[in-house]
């Protein structure tokens, strides 16, 4: 980090450290120490005699009206101008049918009869995938089952409609909210986004009422679901009690679907029908190896009323764009052509360093709102010396320890580099990363909904207790990095039951280890043309 990056650092944590101390003066303790002293004002006035008070009233009736008038109007003005609570209500992940599972091999398989690879294409796509992380049970479109593969907008729609309506069905079930309750839609795309829109697709389906207010979010990447719930959480902050309230979120890596204003369901997922690459250039044949169908759905809700029922409160939302800072932030993640015309996804070789810094600058905001005092001033101490000493002074940099402040981390699945890199930088134990590498494991990388695949599993495993935070860190092109901090409102009763959702029939057979490399065995049945051996989610790993 040279000395500006520095100066801009400890800049911004004074400045967020400003804030949280006006808030907190404010917000907690300004009221309490005007009631002490009105307290004690009274008790030193307490002295004078009744019948002065009595007097003193009567001839001051309307002045002592008045002010408790001006009290009362005050004290309103203050609960108003506070922000109001936005609650998760219940998520829905959504588990493509059996036939849709390949294990990797087959994938490797259909890669080949698919595309127009050379040997050294489908070589480097192998070694790839024996060390993505991934299991031998994601997920693919039927679109990329077909020979030859049937990569058209039909199918596109096709399966974007299967996940967002297959994850927004189960919510709706499980939290019975009626659709005419969903007042606000926040759908985000990033690669695929048709007319009319989806959000239209939405309430076209649903029924949604005449005044529902859409949003159609695209190009956001792998961060958009935490996007969608900072953009649901300032309409439901806003938005005062209605008869129409629920606010639903749908995320796909194309989708993000969020509804009204007192409740919001959120829906991830991700559609690689279009997106499959067909070509030999290196750096957008990584995506081939690591995204997977998937989709998830969560209802917000700004009811009070809600908190009863609610599974968590959103405490903050952190937002980080490092698209201004230099070009290559910008680039490294990037939709083109490559010299043939296929269209892909192109990934930089300075993708993990630029994440990195992404992260740093996202933590600095963040760190303030979360952490414990100790650790904010063994932050920023480190960064002044370093800004005033130089690299000559040996102060090493200090990553403050989040698990001082927080109990669960939801990373998204991008990858096993990512995940590697996050564990090394956050200092986070096996146990804090189980729930991003079983996901990444099961289910691929599914984009802005691995988030939300975390958290259930979190929950199928009975992690979340009352009162728990949970940290949601997401990254996206441009170049983006987001958090979100929720907090427990009642304990998640764990298990195969209704809260494990699309975790049902693999959660008590996970976690397993899944070594650094994991060599690739061709199914029996693959050069016949079969479909080969369909595997369960843990078939070629143990348990630990």
């Given at each position: 980090?040279d000395?500006r ?22 917000g ?10 009105l ?22 009736a309307?002045a002592l ?50 595309g127009?690879?050379?040997g ?40 974007s ?14 939290t ?71 606010c ?58 809600e908190?009863?029922?609610a ?10 764009h ?17 010299g ?32 414990p005092?100790s ?18 002074a ?42 991003s ?84 065995v ?14 369960d ?8």
């Amino acid at each position: 980090m040279d000395s500006r990056e520095l100066l801009r650092t400890v800049t911004q944590a004074a400045r967020n450290h400003a804030r949280t101390l006006y808030h907190r003066l404010v917000g907690r303790h300004l009221p309490r120490i005007l009631a002490v002293t009105l307290l004690l004002a009274a008790a030193r006035a307490g002295g004078a005699a009744t019948t002065t008070l009595d007097a003193l009233a009567r001839e001051n009736a309307r002045a002592l009206v008045a002010v408790a008038c001006c009290c009362a109007a005050a004290a309103y003005a203050y609960a108003m101008s506070r922000p109001r609570p936005v609650y998760l209500v219940d998520l829905a992940g959504y588990k493509p049918a059996a036939s849709h599972e390949a294990t990797r091999a087959e994938s490797i398989r259909r890669f080949g009869l698919a595309g127009d690879f050379t040997g050294e294409s489908m070589a480097f796509q192998r070694r790839m995938m024996e060390r993505s992380g991934l299991g031998e049970a994601t997920h693919f479109p039927a679109s990329l089952f077909a020979l030859p593969v049937d990569m058209c907008l039909r199918t596109a729609r096709e399966e974007s409609e299967a996940v967002v309506f297959g994850a927004v069905d189960e919510l709706l079930a499980k939290t019975g909210v009626p659709p005419a309750d969903v007042g606000v839609v926040i759908v985000n795309s990033s690669l695929f986004s048709p007319t009319p829109s989806f959000t239209s697709l939405v309430v076209n389906r649903y029924r949604l009422r005449h005044d529902v207010v859409t949003h159609n979010l695209s190009g956001m990447g792998c961060s958009a679901g935490i996007i969608a719930i900072d953009l649901a959480k300032h309409l439901l902050q806003v938005q005062i009690n209605t008869t129409h309230h629920a606010c639903m979120q749908i995320s796909t890596q194309p989708t993000v679907v969020t509804s009204s204003p007192m409740q919001n369901v959120q829906r991830s997922t991700e559609n690689i029908t279009l997106n499959a690459y067909m070509g030999n250039y290196r750096p957008m044949l990584v995506t081939n190896t690591l995204f997977r169908m998937g989709g998830a759905a969560v209802l917000l809700s700004n009811r009070r009323a809600e908190r009863r029922r609610a599974k968590y409160q959103l405490m903050h939302t952190v937002r980080t764009h490092r698209g201004g800072a230099s070009d290559r932030s910008y680039a490294c993640v990037t939709q083109e052509e490559d010299g043939a015309g296929n269209v892909g996804v192109s990934l930089s070789k300075e993708l993990m360093s630029i994440a990195s810094e992404a992260h740093r600058t996202n933590i600095t905001t963040l760190g303030p709102l979360v952490l414990p005092l100790s650790e904010q001033l063994r932050f920023l101490a480190t960064v002044v010396l370093r800004r005033v000493f130089g690299h000559a002074a040996g102060v090493k940099p200090y990553l403050p320890d989040f698990t001082a402040a927080l109990d669960h981390f939801c990373i998204h699945a991008g990858g096993r580099g990512v995940l590697d890199e996050l564990e090394r930088s956050l200092k986070l134990s096996a146990w804090h990363m189980e729930p991003s590498r079983m996901t990444l494991y099961r289910f691929g990388n599914t984009s802005s909904s691995s988030l939300w695949y975390e958290l259930s599993y979190c929950e199928a495993k009975g992690r979340i207790r009352r009162g728990d935070r949970v940290w949601q860190i997401a990254f996206g092109s441009g170049f983006k990095c987001n958090s979100a901090v929720w907090k427990a409102l009642r304990t998640v009763d764990g298990g195969a039951g209704r809260d494990a959702g699309a975790w049902a029939q693999d959660i008590d057979a996970l976690p397993v280890h899944v070594p650094k490399v994991v060599p690739i065995v061709d199914d029996d049945d693959g050069a016949n043309g079969g479909d080969g051996d369909r595997h369960d989610a843990a078939s070629h790993v143990r348990p630990e």
